[in-house]
């Protein structure tokens, strides 16, 4: 399994193995567990995952399903390829946002194991954790700052500081501020910006899991997690390139 570089490598060998056990052979099945399990780790890879994969935990079980499912042969090939293809469609990028992998590359360079690693926790939830991927978003848009202000050697509260607190530092430095510009169209853009952190912040606060809710209280929708996700990538990649170019 070591060969396996990439998830849709993985994907495949999975299908392959499933095909192989329902066609009469008899691949290991510790195999396929642990592709299974390194899958079904990523949330946004496990809810596109064939139902069949997510509720059988070794071949066997898969074995006593697929036997009584479909009696020939090719009828279990053509099932277990079309249930597959959702899932190899998203890893290679038919499903993506057209954004995800030029913001991953930028963060990826910029900060793996912090900036990049947030980035990809508020992907994965996109979709399946949309309360998550809000919180996942705020954290993004902190690590970037701290990061960039760190760089900078800018003292702030590491402890308690709010998300807007932390841009107004990091903006004054980049000279993203608006009144560090006379221009009217620059100073209306980056009010956005600003206007952005501050509502992104907001909403975490409203509609991410970071705090306990009441009785009563609003859910957010895969749509308002994508929202937040997408504006937290852009923003991300916005300050990291505009760092970068003042290097």
Same mark, same amino acid.
């Given at each position: 399994?070591? $060969?396996?570089?990439? #998830?849709?490598?993985?994907?495949?060998?999975?299908?392959? &193995?499933?095909? !192989? /056990?329902?066609?009469? @052979? +008899?691949?290991?099945?510790?195999?396929?567990?642990?592709?299974?399990?390194?899958?079904?780790?990523?949330?946004?890879?496990?809810?596109?995952?064939?139902?069949?994969?997510?509720?059988?935990?070794?071949?066997?079980?898969?074995?006593?399903?697929?036997?009584?499912?479909?009696?020939?042969?090719?009828?279990?090939?053509?099932?277990?390829?079309?249930?597959?293809?959702?899932?190899?469609?998203?890893?290679?990028?038919?499903?993506?946002?057209?954004?995800?992998?030029?913001?991953?590359?930028?963060?990826?360079?910029?900060?793996?194991?912090?900036?990049?690693?947030?980035? $990809?926790?508020?992907? #994965?939830?996109?979709?399946?954790?949309?309360?998550?991927? &809000?919180?996942? !978003? /705020?954290?993004?848009? @902190? +690590?970037?700052?701290?990061?960039?202000?760190?760089?900078?050697?800018?003292?702030?509260?590491?402890?308690?500081?709010?998300?807007?607190?932390?841009?107004?530092?990091?903006?004054?430095?980049?000279?993203?501020?608006?009144?560090?510009?006379?221009?009217?169209?620059?100073?209306?853009?980056?009010?956005?910006?600003?206007?952005?952190?501050?509502?992104?912040?907001?909403?975490?606060?409203?509609?991410?899991?970071?705090?306990?809710?009441?009785?009563?209280?609003?859910?957010?929708?895969?749509?308002?997690?994508?929202?937040?996700?997408?504006?937290?990538?852009?923003?991300?990649?916005?300050?990291?390139?505009?760092?970068?170019?003042?290097?």
């Amino acid at each position: 399994m070591q $060969e396996l570089e990439t #998830d849709y490598e993985r994907a495949v060998c999975l299908q392959n &193995i499933l095909i !192989a /056990r329902a066609t009469g @052979e +008899t691949p290991r099945t510790g195999d396929y567990q642990l592709l299974r399990q390194i899958l079904m780790e990523k949330a946004a890879l496990k809810q596109l995952m064939p139902s069949f994969v997510r509720t059988n935990r070794d071949l066997n079980q898969f074995w006593q399903f697929i036997k009584y499912e479909f009696e020939k042969y090719q009828q279990r090939r053509d099932y277990i390829y079309k249930e597959f293809q959702p899932l190899l469609d998203m890893l290679e990028g038919k499903n993506q946002a057209p954004a995800d992998t030029s913001i991953s590359e930028a963060l990826k360079s910029f900060d793996e194991a912090g900036v990049h690693a947030a980035w $990809e926790k508020a992907l #994965d939830r996109r979709v399946d954790d949309p309360d998550g991927a &809000i919180t996942a !978003a /705020r954290t993004l848009l @902190e +690590t970037v700052c701290k990061h960039i202000l760190d760089l900078q050697k800018v003292a702030y509260n590491s402890k308690k500081i709010e998300i807007h607190e932390l841009y107004k530092l990091v903006a004054k430095e980049l000279n993203l501020s608006p009144d560090q510009h006379n221009e009217a169209v620059f100073k209306q853009i980056l009010g956005g910006c600003s206007a952005i952190i501050s509502g992104l912040g907001t909403l975490r606060n409203r509609l991410g899991d970071a705090h306990g809710q009441g009785k009563v209280s609003a859910k957010p929708s895969p749509r308002h997690a994508e929202l937040a996700v997408n504006l937290a990538g852009s923003m991300a990649i916005f300050l990291v390139s505009t760092w970068q170019s003042r290097q």
